[in-house]
């Protein structure tokens, strides 16, 4: 009997009928990106929030079945952009629709078709990309549901898209809407092993879950003005220590972030301390520092310094 060797023992063979591929996630900020994701790979991968504009990078999160593995790209929401920051933003959401096999255009289901949704729409006809459009927060306003599914509808016929109704947050239809997504994708191999369910370090999980409380506990115009930089992780036996900066622009935005007799920081670390917690599996000790960089959104070198580049496809 031969044994067969396996180089790369953590990437299995794909059996014949086996289906994969890259599926991008387009829409407005705020339709709930992110939160599919999330919801599709059974874990928090990407930060959600009510605050528009939450997701920056790029995120991958890995989907593995018997029959298919989906790799899932997370956009920043495609907008206007205002500043130098945004326009990186929109930037990279568009060079990711040229790089992979399949688009879901999300939209939220609760309002109808507006007019940022027209724009993503005749920007994804202008290019190749195969198209499912999803219509998620159905779990929003059922009373007004026929008119707004019309208006949805209407626009998947016209450029022959397929659609499929659901809701991230409740978890509902999302078995017929990865059913889809397999059904769209060619034969293909695991591109990843099957128990990775993200591409990204642990290190930028962290600094996202740190930035996701800054999202949750403070207001409007802090959390774009704010970077985090994970400086030091010391892996212990007992315990694993993280020091991480938060970069702000202004002193008035530090107050904030620190609050009264560093009351706020307090509550953004307990809370983020949890979080990564779940994330390795361990216990953590987080120690967190307040830095201002005046105009970080404003300058490449320092978006750079602080993860944020031109992503080339
Ligand atoms: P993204 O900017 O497109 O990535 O949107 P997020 O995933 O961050 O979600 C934005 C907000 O919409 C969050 O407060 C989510 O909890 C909420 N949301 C996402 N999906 C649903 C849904 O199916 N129903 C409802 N009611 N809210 C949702
Ligand atoms: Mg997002």
């Known amino acids: ?111 109808p078709l507006g007019k940022g949704d027209q724009f993503i729409a005749d920007f994804l006809v202008k290019t190749e990309a195969k198209v499912i459009l999803g219509v998620n927060k159905i779990d929003q306003r059922p009373d007004k549901r026929p008119e707004i599914f019309a208006s949805y509808q209407a626009l998947a016929t016209q450029n022959h898209w397929q659609l499929q109704e659901f809701s991230a947050l409740a978890g509902d239809r999302l078995p017929e809407l990865q059913d889809k997504l397999i059904q769209a994708l060619d034969p293909g191999p695991y591109y990843y092993p099957p128990d990775l369910i993200t ?42 220590e993280v020091r991480a900066a938060i970069n702000v622009e202004r002193n008035s935005q530090k107050g904030i972030i620190i609050g009264k007799k560093g009351a706020m920081l307090k509550t953004i670390g307990t809370a983020a301390r949890q979080q990564i917690q779940k994330l390795i599996a361990g216990k953590v000790y987080l120690e967190l520092f307040v830095k201002v960089q005046p105009k970080w959104r404003q300058s490449r070198t320092r978006l750079a310094e602080l993860g944020y580049r031109l992503e080339d496809n």
Do not use: C, W, Y
Request: proline fraction near 6%.
């Open 199 to 240: 591409d990204q370090p642990e290190r930028f999980i962290m600094a996202e879950l740190i930035r996701e409380q800054i999202l949750l506990h403070t207001r409007q115009e802090i959390p774009h003005s704010v970077a985090i930089a994970i400086e030091q992780v010391n892996e212990g036996e007992e315990i694993t």
């Open 1 to 111: 009997m031969t044994q067969d060797f396996d180089l790369n023992p953590t990437i299995p063979v794909a059996p014949a009928d086996f289906r994969s591929g890259f599926v991008a996630l387009i829409g407005r900020p705020n339709v709930g990106k992110s939160t599919l994701m999330n919801q599709l790979i059974g874990q928090k991968v990407a930060i959600t929030s009510p605050v528009a504009q939450t997701t920056r990078n790029r995120l991958r999160g890995i989907l593995s079945t018997d029959q298919a593995q989906i790799i899932f790209v997370d956009t920043p929401g495609i907008h206007k952009p205002h500043h130098e920051l945004g326009k990186i933003l929109v930037k990279n959401a568009r060079s990711t629709v040229g790089a992979v096999d399949l688009v879901v255009f999300i939209v939220d289901g609760a309002v």
